[in-house]
Nanobody, 114 residues
């Protein structure tokens, strides 16, 4: 099973980006999908997650700026990021719980310039 991420890059503060992550392979069930991020020297932290029935949870630091959504037919999760700040700079990792196992994407760099 693979998680393929897309949509990272460089953006100015106040700008927007949209991340996508598609799960492919033998999939019987996907429960949670979401995004975590990590900066050098720090632990990976939750950004936002969404369950198969649409319940969401997100970090306080991104509430009202980031929106997570999901297409269960395409097995894809999205993260719409608005009003980006330099402190959002990190490697963003897609996460999915598939067939009762945890999977991670390869990570995509997001850099927000001031």
């Amino acid at each position: 099973l693979q998680l393929v991420e897309s949509g990272g890059g460089l953006v100015q503060a106040g700008g927007s980006l949209r991340l996508s992550c598609a799960a492919s392979g033998t999939i019987f069930s996907i429960y949670g999908m979401g995004w975590y991020r990590q900066t050098p020297g720090k632990q990976r932290e939750l950004v936002a997650v969404i369950t198969s029935d649409g319940n969401t949870n997100s970090a306080d630091s991104v509430k009202c700026r980031f929106t997570i959504s999901r297409d269960n037919v395409k097995n894809t999760v999205y993260l719409q990021m608005n009003s980006l700040k330099p402190e959002d700079t990190a490697v963003y990792y897609c996460y999915a719980r598939v067939n009762f196992n945890n999977y991670w994407g390869q990570g995509t760099q997001i850099t927000v310039s001031s």
